[in-house]
């Protein structure tokens, strides 16, 4: 069908009469027209507004996106960076526990204690949303860990600080000296260990170290204590057990004499004599049977001579006693 107009009348071209027929300008005609127009208007310009909103950014959005990824790339640097300070921070932590406080006679403290208990992840779950919110979790995991590990470790220094300023007090209680004189180191009878018993021919576990001297060699205190036992014991024989403070004790048995004066309660010295060497209680020949224990746990008392002997002096009692392999007690 075809139309064109002739000044004011229009006309139209009927296919089946094969004829031109005269169309009146109505009002409904117009109407038509420009509901058609705006039909079309209206299509075209949704068209184009679903194009602009779904398919082409707006200048907003682009930055937003650009905001979020340099954002993003900033987390990625920070944890990065916490996981070189969680790092430095381990190694801290291992120097404490096996340097300072090892040497400071001090516990270590428990991993569990220092990481703290991170399992609950629930209060991570709000960052799930974002765009970044895996790394943006991570990170505030790492944070969260970090902030836990430097306040115990800034504890663990607070606390090894105060040892320190006891250190002076500390050592001069510490065992550090041997018991009978023996710089020939020939006194040495038998070490801490494994040894074959005297008198029932059996292996046992030897507490302590023997050193064999004449009856009547003077017996040293070695370190300052209080006494806390003085007298006959079942297999020790004569025996004192000094009280050092700081958890540590020492024993000296098959004694011969006590030293004049000395009772339970009588405050001693190091180096201070305290009895003579002997003979008494199970024992096979004149020695003295030394114990030195920590928390109530023995321990070698080879490792505490450490102001009597060169390195040399002490290489050289740890051979001796070593290779002993039976006591005397």
């Known amino acids: 069908m075809a139309l064109f107009s002739s000044g004011n009348p229009h006309y139209k071209y009927n296919r089946k009469t094969l004829k031109y027929e005269r169309i ?49 790339s900033q987390y990625q640097l920070l944890s990065k960076q916490l996981d070189d300070a969680l790092e430095v921070l381990s190694i801290i932590q291992e120097r404490d526990d096996n340097f300072y406080r090892v040497m400071l006679q001090a516990d270590s403290i428990p991993q569990a204690l220092r990481t703290g208990n991170l399992s609950n992840t629930a209060r991570y779950d709000r960052w799930d949303n974002l765009r970044t919110g895996n790394i943006v979790k991570q990170t505030s995991q790492k944070m969260d860990q970090l902030n836990k ?78 006494i806390t036992s003085i007298g006959w014991k079942q297999g020790y024989g004569n025996c004192i057990i000094i009280d050092h403070g700081y958890e540590y004790t020492t024993l000296y048995a098959h004694i011969h ?14 180096g201070d004599v305290i009895a003579s060497v002997g ?32 390195p040399e002096e002490y290489d050289e009692m740890v051979r001796i006693s070593s290779n002993s392999s039976q006591t005397f007690d």
């Not at 800034?154 to 606390?159: L, R, T």
């Not at 004499?257 to 190091?270: P, Y």
């Open 257 to 270: 004499k006590f030293k004049k004066g000395l009772r339970r309660g009588s405050k001693v010295s190091r």
């Open 279 to 310: 003979n008494t209680g199970k024992s096979t020949g004149p020695h003295l049977h030394y114990e030195v224990r920590y928390k109530g746990v023995h321990q070698n008392p080879q490792n505490y001579y450490f102001l009597d002997l060169s």
């Open 24 to 72: 009146d300008n109505t009002f409904t005609y117009h109407l038509l027209r420009i509901l058609k127009i705006a039909s079309l208007g209206i299509i075209i310009g949704t068209g184009v507004f679903t194009l602009c909103v779904f398919f082409i950014p707006s200048p907003t959005h682009n930055k937003l996106i650009e905001e979020n990824d340099r954002i993003n």
């Open 149 to 226: 590990m430097l306040y115990t470790q800034s504890n663990s220094f607070d606390e090894l600080v105060n040892l320190a300023k006891e250190r002076e007090d500390r050592l001069q209680h510490l065992p550090a000296i041997q018991p009978v004189p023996n710089k020939d180191l020939k006194r040495t009878a038998s070490g801490y260990g494994r040894r074959i018993d005297p008198i029932y021919k059996t292996i046992r576990f030897h507490k302590g170290m023997d050193f064999s001297a004449p009856i009547g060699t003077d017996i040293f205190a070695t370190a300052d204590g209080v």
